[in-house]
């Protein structure tokens, strides 16, 4: 039998993202939500600016579905657009700041986006482009010409949400992805997607209303904003956000602000580690840490577990086209499987398979995939790839790993990052975790170079710890007395610092590009 519902019934079970966030605003109106610099926005003061923001929006001619490129830093007008984007029923387009024009134009060309809100300090970038775009609305987060988010929020404008039946599966953001061996695809993300991860952010990560985090990676990356920013104003958190993830700004703020939550990637808690500030600063506070994005090596893990006792750590895996979380290691099974990415969470089901779909045996290593109401619906304007993504109705991860016999997913590489050393195959991962065990190395990462004789060489780009020395020689014998032959570093190359994405990231291919090239 088919039931028709009424529209005060299907207004009244809803469940898109501005909702989820009038529920948090009914249970705390005069508690922090967010606070950025010497601006403190309450949930009710919040909930009223993103009404603000979002009937100027409809007021500027947007119609649900549009598209919105956001192209901007972190700030609070940061996130006032994207809570706007949702109330307003509209598409929101994170673009990574670090883009320039050319970069810049393909997204919001692809994406095909209507408007487009940026940082004044990206004037330039967006002044080449402008003219060649099809955008009917410009505007910035504060302090420019045209449409003033800030301005907006603090304004007088109607402070009622707008009447809208916004759909649920509507898509509400597209996600780019980084596009490290081809032009990014845009993950359609929907309001039901995420919901359904936030709901696994919340079980897994134990995130609560007492919660006072630090939000310092950038917000056009999926791991800040959906599995701590948006989960943590859905429990009623209070969020701090800062421009970038820097030491002295890290340390100062939990100081400051006696955060008891923060999220970074491996390369952030390693340059912490090395800060000499990491001493000098009262981080007791700090309860919750988690870390994610890339693989933390095992040795950096136990640095960090002994010099922060008191400090619960979980291990976040997944990826963007997931919302981006697929499994979590908790603190208690750090002690166990310290190297593990943990157990799918509660929206997820993962498997690992070989090329026809099939369950690898236990210990064996395969593709990881994915079924869960978290996943994107598809990606943006290009049904090649999604078709392929999704082929055997299972989201391709592109990781490669196993399971164990209790129940743990071991991430070993990317398939990118496997490296075919003479017709034997090797994970990066597991020769940059010896050498991070030699007392003199920060920071390495492990790739594949072209060899006439290898196929691909493994090779080691390594920084040193201040005050420390060592030579080629040194490690590739320290490799030896530790691994197979066959896994022992062709080569050690030596920089001052390795590149890294805005969002923590390290970026191997441009070690690969610019090593093949030396």
Excluded at 13 to 23: F, K, M, S, V, Y
Excluded at 233 to 240: D, M, Q, R, Y
């Amino acid at each position: 039998m088919t039931h028709t519902l009424s529209p005060a019934i299907r207004r009244t079970i809803r469940n898109t993202l501005g909702d989820a966030l009038q529920r948090a605003v009914r249970r705390s109106p005069n508690k922090d939500a967010l606070v950025f610099g010497d601006r403190r926005w309450t949930y009710q003061a919040l909930n009223q600016a993103v009404n603000r923001v979002a009937n100027a929006l409809l007021a500027q001619g947007l119609q649900q579905g549009d598209r919105v490129a956001a192209y901007g830093k972190n700030s609070d007008a940061y996130v006032l657009l994207w809570l706007a984007c949702n109330r307003a029923g509209l598409v929101h387009v994170p673009v990574n700041f670090a883009l320039t024009e050319g970069e810049l134009r393909y997204i919001v060309e692809q994406s095909g986006a209507r408007a487009l809100i940026h940082d004044i300090s990206m004037q330039a970038h967006v002044d080449q482009v402008r003219a060649s775009l099809n955008c009917s609305v410009h505007g910035t987060f504060y302090g420019g010409e045209g449409l003033d988010v800030l301005a907006l929020a603090q304004g007088n404008g109607p402070a009622d949400a707008p009447e809208l039946d916004i759909d649920e599966n509507a898509v509400c953001q597209i996600l780019y992805t980084s596009g490290t061996t081809a032009a990014p695809k845009g993950a359609m993300m929907t309001h039901r997607s995420l919901q359904a991860e936030y709901a696994s952010c919340i079980a897994a990560l134990e995130l609560n209303a007492n919660d006072r985090s630090l939000a310092s990676l950038p917000l056009y990356h999926s791991a800040q904003m959906h599995v701590f920013l948006m989960p943590h104003l859905l429990v009623g958190a209070t969020t701090f956000l800062i421009p970038a993830p820097t030491p002295d700004a890290c340390f100062d703020a939990i100081a400051q602000h006696g955060i008891t939550s923060f999220f970074a990637p491996p390369t952030v808690w390693i340059a912490l580690l090395r800060h000499p500030g990491f001493a000098a600063h009262d981080l007791s506070s700090l309860h919750k840490g988690y870390y994610g994005a890339s693989i933390m090596p095992v040795p950096v893990l136990e640095e960090l577990r002994q010099r922060m006792p008191r400090v619960r750590l979980f291990n976040c895996y997944g990826q963007s086209e997931i919302a981006p979380l697929a499994t979590v290691l908790s603190p208690e099974e750090h002690a166990i499987q310290p190297a593990s990415a943990g157990r799918p969470v509660l929206n997820v089901e993962t498997r690992v398979v070989d090329d026809q779909m099939q369950d690898m045996p236990l210990g064996e290593m395969g593709e990881i995939v994915h079924r869960s109401p978290q996943t994107m619906i598809g990606y943006w304007d290009k049904p090649e790839q999604t078709e392929e993504a999704f082929e055997g109705g299972w989201f391709h991860s592109g990781d490669m790993g196993y399971f164990d016999q209790d129940g743990f997913l071991f991430v070993v590489d990317r398939v990118k990052d496997i490296i075919n050393t003479g017709g034997v195959v090797v994970s990066s991962r597991e020769v940059e975790e010896c050498l991070f065990t030699h007392p003199a190395v920060s920071e390495v990462a492990v790739i594949a170079l072209p060899d006439e004789r290898w196929i691909e060489a493994v090779t080691a780009v390594v920084c040193l710890k201040d005050g420390f020395s060592a030579s080629e020689e040194e490690l590739i014998a320290y490799a030896k007395e530790r691994m197979a032959h066959f896994k022992v570093p062709k080569s050690v190359h030596f920089v001052d610092d390795l590149p890294r994405s805005t969002a923590g990231k390290l970026l191997k291919r441009e070690l690969r590009k610019q090593f093949a090239e030396a």
